[in-house]
């Protein structure tokens, strides 16, 4: 079975670039059919789905935050990686690493989600 573990740091500072690193397991990151996600949540709102990496490695991005994002991985470590760039308050939230044959989706009920992260950005 698939497991997904999301790791980073928990603080971060505005402005500052925030990564959080996806590590994979049970499945690798290019086998066929398969997206891997970032889904955030902030405080009090839904889920938001913030972008993806195809198992062929393409590039999928949300409008709101395409300008400052950049979704890449590691095929010798299995892993994926959510860099965002120039970061707010409002990006405080919990964020999700997702396995999912669907590129956009905020289902829980469907794919492989990891347990979550927390991210606060302090001003």
């Known amino acids: 079975q698939v497991q997904l573990v999301e790791s980073g740091p928990g603080l971060v500072k505005a402005s500052q670039t925030l990564t959080l690193l996806c590590s994979v397991s049970g499945g690798s990151i290019t086998d066929d059919n398969y997206n891997f996600i970032w889904v955030r949540q902030p405080p009090g709102k839904g889920l938001e789905w913030m972008g993806a990496i195809s198992h062929a490695g393409n590039t999928y991005y949300n409008p709101s935050v395409k300008s400052r994002i950049f979704i890449t991985r590691d095929t010798s470590t299995n892993q994926f990686t959510l860099q965002l760039e120039s970061v707010t308050p409002e990006d405080t939230g919990v964020y999700y690493c997702?396995?999912?044959?669907?590129?956009?989706?905020?289902?829980?009920?469907?794919?492989?989600w990891g347990q979550g992260t927390q991210v606060t950005v302090s001003s």
């Open positions: 997702v396995r999912d044959t669907m590129v956009v989706t905020t289902q829980r009920s469907r794919g492989s």
